[in-house]
């Protein structure tokens, strides 16, 4: 017997309605977790992704704004082996993490117990609750908010990829020409801007919720305080005698996966590679004794470049 969830979503009528009144539940749980100053998180139930793509469009719509726009020539770097990053002539590629697309849809099809199961995943930054990339960025530009969320700050970043390097599932993504570097040193600095899902923090901040949850026609995901959505993760994950994905990957994250399926599994047929992050088990990276003194290293100098980039990036739009 084959199961296969198809890749569009179908009638849209209905399904506006139930996604509606899902968006407003939603609405309501994040509201609540961020008045009470609580650390929030998503659970993503991958039972109920159709693979339509509504999430992925609708956060690339609701980004545009923030998405790079580059300068072009490139500055000449050095040295001559540096390469260039340049995504903004394949702005429409959905298909993977770019500088211009934050979410896409992973697809697995897995055998168990002789029944072929079709799953489909929406794949993302992981908002780690000790994210590597945040404690190790020297320049201070990626920055975790009190509700957990993790973002880059394209007005500082200098591209030099070290949250790119840190993160276990190598999540952001650079854009050449754009950004600071081009008024610092363009030829020697770090060749761009780093980008990834910032989980819409600012839509969070007036009381929205991400677009991906408000456009999506399944109710996949759930967003909420992590001590309730967590709870809501074990019993979901136990209503199907199912797993979980991100309650222990790199000492914990804001995203719960759960799955009918062993991650162990999906991860031996997902497609993996640039720009699409695995499903295998993750270590607490920031448990070493390396990275936990490279962190203590950064955080001043990241204070220091951090304040004055940020002051001369606020004087420069000032001038403009």
């Known amino acids: 017997m084959i199961h296969t969830i198809t890749r569009r979503a179908f009638l849209k009528g209905t399904v506006s309605t139930a996604c509606s009144i899902a968006a407003t539940s939603s609405v309501v749980k994040a509201a609540e977790a961020l008045k009470n100053g609580e650390p929030i998180a998503t659970l993503i139930d991958i039972t109920k992704c159709v693979g339509c793509e509504e999430c992925v469009h609708a956060c690339k719509n609701a980004n545009t704004d923030k998405y790079p726009k580059p300068e072009k020539p490139f500055p000449q770097m050095y040295p001559s ?5 340049d995504w903004s002539d394949k702005t429409d590629i959905i298909e993977r993490l770019t500088p211009y697309n934050w979410l896409y849809i992973q697809s697995a099809a897995v055998d ?22 945040v404690k190790l960025c020297p320049w201070g530009s990626a920055i975790q908010l009190d509700n957990g969320i993790s973002r880059i700050d394209s007005d500082t970043c200098l591209g030099g990829a070290k949250c790119q390097t840190v993160c276990p599932w190598l999540i952001p993504q650079r854009q050449t020409g754009v950004g600071l570097y081009l008024d610092i040193l363009p030829s020697f600095a770090g060749n761009g801007v780093m980008y990834k899902c910032d989980r819409c923090y600012n839509k969070i901040a007036q009381g929205e919720i ?35 994905y991100g309650e222990k990957e790199n000492g914990g994250t804001n995203t719960f996966y759960v799955s009918p399926v062993p991650f162990e599994k999906l991860n031996e047929v997902i497609e993996k590679g640039k720009g699409k992050p695995h499903l295998a088990k993750v270590a607490n990276s920031m448990e070493t004794g390396d990275k936990l003194a490279m962190a203590m290293l950064f955080a001043p100098i990241a204070g220091v470049v951090g304040a004055v980039a940020r002051f001369y990036s606020m004087s420069k739009k000032d001038n403009q």
């Open 81 to 85: 082996g540096v390469k260039t990053e």
């Open 112 to 133: 168990m117990d002789g029944e072929e199961i079709e799953l489909n995943i929406p794949r993302r930054c992981m908002h780690c609750t000790n994210p590597p990339c």
């Open 210 to 244: 991400p677009a991906c949850i408000e456009a999506c026609p399944e109710n996949v995901q759930t967003i909420g305080s992590r001590d309730q959505i967590l709870k809501q993760a074990h019993e979901l994950a136990a209503s199907m005698n199912g797993y979980i």
